[in-house]
């Protein structure tokens, strides 16, 4: 029965009728009490996977290979890399071509190379793939010229950054959030309920269970690493102020289209030491944006259990974008604050607790986003949030921020 049970598991992605004869098996498997007789050991097991039917499909409910979607990291100097929203399947030279395209530099001048731990440099052939999932531990891409050197010097070089253009200031803040929004979406509606449950409770990593959520919070991470690079790289102080200008109108988009995972970001990427240090930037910033970013700062409030979000977001109708990172931390309390067990019983409680949280992803996905977010026709404004210049080291950072503005 056990066998036959599995097997209609497996097939049930493919013919979703057999979702009521599953549940007949599961009735009868409970009266045979083959979950109760089961070693302890196991019975964690059992009961994770009788959470939801349709979840333990994971792996074929989930978007094929081909066609979901990755972030790659090339680095164009010693402490900056280019964030490139992508397919698995990009080849070295479409690479090298949005490199050029991004960076101002000359195709033909450059090659890709993978850099092991050890710093040898192996350079890609045109025709190869570049991305990996297993990459990172072994090494990483560098876009560089042909002898071999950063196609950049490193940022801290004023000289580089006066000349490098702030292509940001002449695209709309409406359409760049519609784009941010638009992307935010694409991730966040491939992932799956039950990617939040094995993250939270399995921490197996590299497992591929959790993909998609994996790809969105790494999204996350790197709009917040990408605001702070943005204003730090503009040596210009009028244009400095009009970027934070641009990044404040930007957040406030984001959280009307109901997207406030990139919203959270940006308003996170202003408030960085080293961004946030800026006193002269931020005092020429006009009055009614400085209060438009405190109405804003309001909803990453911490106070009360994240209370401001909480309420502004239960607000909201489907399609929305909730901050992953705080929902994920809700899960994480749950199972870390209650015991799975009691005496050897199963703690339904908690599953029930854990089941709500989780089920708030399929309430936000119940609906699709309007046409104001659907995709954007520009090449520059899509390029301007699906590939992203990001300073990853806190040294330079805070170097450019002295730089802009030394200590008094």
Request: glycine share 2%.
């Amino acid at each position: 029965m056990k066998t036959l049970y599995r097997c209609v598991l497996e097939d049930l992605y493919e013919f979703p009728t057999l979702e009521k004869d599953l549940k007949e098996f599961q009735k009868l498997l409970r009266r045979r009490h083959t979950v109760d007789d089961c070693p302890p050991n196991q019975k964690s097991k059992q009961m994770y996977q009788q959470l939801s039917l349709k979840e333990n499909c994971l792996q074929l409910r989930g978007p094929q290979t081909e066609t979901r979607e990755v972030i790659c990291c090339v680095y164009v100097s010693t402490d900056s890399y280019l964030s490139v929203h992508t397919h698995p399947s990009l080849e070295a030279h479409e690479l090298l071509r949005i490199v050029a395209l991004k960076m101002d530099k000359a195709e033909e001048d450059m090659v890709l190379a993978v850099v092991s731990h050890t710093g040898e440099r192996r350079v890609l052939q045109p025709s190869d793939c570049v991305y990996s999932e297993s990459l990172t531990p072994q090494g990483k891409l560098v876009a560089c010229r042909r002898d071999l050197t950063e196609i950049l010097p490193p940022l801290t070089d004023s000289a580089e950054l006066s000349r490098r253009p702030v292509r940001l200031l002449g695209i709309n803040t409406w359409d760049v959030a519609a784009a941010l929004t638009h992307l935010d979406w694409s991730l966040f509606k491939s992932i799956h309920e039950q990617e939040l449950v094995y993250y939270t409770l399995s921490r197996v990593p590299g497992s591929g269970h959790t993909a998609a959520l994996s790809v969105l919070l790494q999204r996350c991470n790197e709009v917040q690493q990408w605001v702070m690079s943005e204003v730090l790289m503009c040596v210009s102080l009028n244009k400095r102020v009009q970027l934070l200008k641009k990044f404040i109108k930007i957040a406030a988009h984001c959280k009307a289209q109901r997207n406030l995972n990139s919203a959270f970001a940006i308003i996170m990427g202003l408030n960085t030491a080293a961004v946030s240090r800026l006193n002269q930037t931020w005092e020429k910033c006009p009055g009614k944006f400085k209060k438009l970013f405190s109405e804003l700062e309001l909803i990453t409030d911490p106070s009360l259990n994240h209370k401001a979000y909480r309420e502004a977001f239960k607000r909201m109708k489907p399609p929305k974008i909730p901050f992953m990172p705080l929902l994920l931390k809700d899960i994480t309390f749950i199972h870390e604050g209650n015991k799975t067990f009691h005496d050897n019983l199963v703690n339904f409680e908690k599953l029930h607790m854990i089941a709500d949280t989780v089920r708030m992803i399929r309430h936000c996905q119940s609906d699709q986003p309007g046409n104001e977010v659907i995709g954007v026709d520009s090449v520059e404004v899509r390029a301007s949030v699906n590939y992203l210049h990001i300073i990853d080291n806190q040294q330079t950072l805070f170097e450019l921020s002295h730089k802009l503005e030394p200590r008094a």
